[in-house]
Nanobody, 114 residues
Framework: QVQLVESGGGSVQPGGSLRLSCAASGIIFRINHMGWYRQAPGKQRELVASITSDFRTNYADSVKGRFTISRNNAKNTVGLQMNSLEPEDTAVYYC????????WGQGTQVTVSS
């Protein structure tokens, strides 16, 4: 069965950085496009960044230039480096395939506050 385990969240001040990681199992990781999504309180879940099986990346306008998505096919992991964090980045962050499966992991909380 599919498992998606996110980690690396936390609380930081505006301007700070965090690196999220997601370990995937139960899928043939290297052939799947992957994405990071987030859901802020009272808002719908949104796609933040995606990376294709051949390492092409795409970003939401709100994070472009600040976030970097990466993948390691040898370890079945996908990462999200988040720099220059803003309070508006506060959300629960999830990884999933892109397009996403109906299944979601537990996510990891990111809180940006002074």
């Amino acid at each position: 069965q599919v498992q998606l385990v996110e980690s690396g969240g936390g609380s930081v001040q505006p301007g700070g950085s965090l690196r999220l990681s997601c370990a995937a199992s139960g899928i043939i990781f290297r052939i799947n496009h992957m994405g990071w999504y987030r859901q802020a309180p009272g808002k719908q879940r949104e796609l933040v960044a995606s990376i294709t099986s051949d390492f092409r990346t795409n970003y939401a306008d709100s994070v472009k230039g600040r976030f970097t998505i990466s993948r390691n096919n040898a370890k079945n992991t996908v990462g999200l480096q988040m720099n220059s964090l803003e309070p508006e980045d506060t959300a629960v962050y999830y990884c999933n395939l892109y397009p996403n499966l109906a299944f979601w992991g537990q996510g990891t909380q990111v809180t940006v506050s002074s």
